[in-house]
């Protein structure tokens, strides 16, 4: 999903209002219900950004969808409607969760593990981040089984890899220097 500068601009007017009215943080959480559907649903994506449907479709469909959203993000389905810009609501609902949490003070930690990330593994894994970072975190679960085990930190530009594969591959190289 690309950020248009446009997605960026309605993001930072959508958080402007929640903030004024103090509704950031329930708006945050209609926007994270936006991303996982629009990405977990390509028949949703797709219909959203179909120029043949109909723009009062996409807006009927919208609201029959979320329909416990925040008076906030009503009123960015509208704004959408009115400039016929649905295709781009994935992108601005992610651009407003980053924002949310920059304004925050929150940091992202995304850990790659073989299998989803454990309690225990949880705790080591945030042990390890407040080494570098004196942020607030949350942790993004990425599963990918060709690391074979342990697991890769990856916070902003930071990167920590205590995978399996890694230290296989790091072996590799030894015995054949």
């Known amino acids: 999903m690309t950020m248009s500068r446009a997605a960026i601009r309605y993001a930072k007017a959508i958080l402007d209002i929640a903030t004024t009215s103090g509704k950031a943080e329930a708006v945050n959480n209609d926007m994270k219900s936006i991303v996982l559907a629009v990405s ?8 959203l950004a179909n120029p043949v449907v109909k723009i009062e ?3 009927g469909a919208l609201s029959s969808i979320f329909t416990d959203v925040q ?16 295709e781009i ?13 920059e304004s925050n003070g929150v940091e992202v930690a995304k850990v790659t593990t073989a299998f989803p990330i ?4 949880q705790s080591k894994v945030l042990a390890k981040i407040a080494e570098f970072s004196n942020k607030k975190i949350t ?4 599963v990918d089984p060709a690391i074979i085990g342990g697991f890769v ?25």
């Open 40 to 47: 977990q649903n390509a028949e949703l994506k797709d219909f």
């Open 57 to 59: 479709s996409k807006k």
């Open 71 to 86: 008076a906030e993000t009503k009123s960015l389905f509208q704004l959408l409607f009115e400039n016929k810009r649905y």
């Open 89 to 101: 609501l994935g992108a601005i609902a992610q651009q407003y969760n980053m924002l949310f949490d």
């Open 118 to 121: 454990t309690a225990d593994l």
């Open 139 to 142: 942790i993004e679960n990425i």
């Open 153 to 177: 930190l990856r916070v902003g530009d930071k990167q920590y890899n205590a995978s399996v594969a890694s230290k296989l591959s790091q072996l590799k190289r030894e015995f054949s220097n």
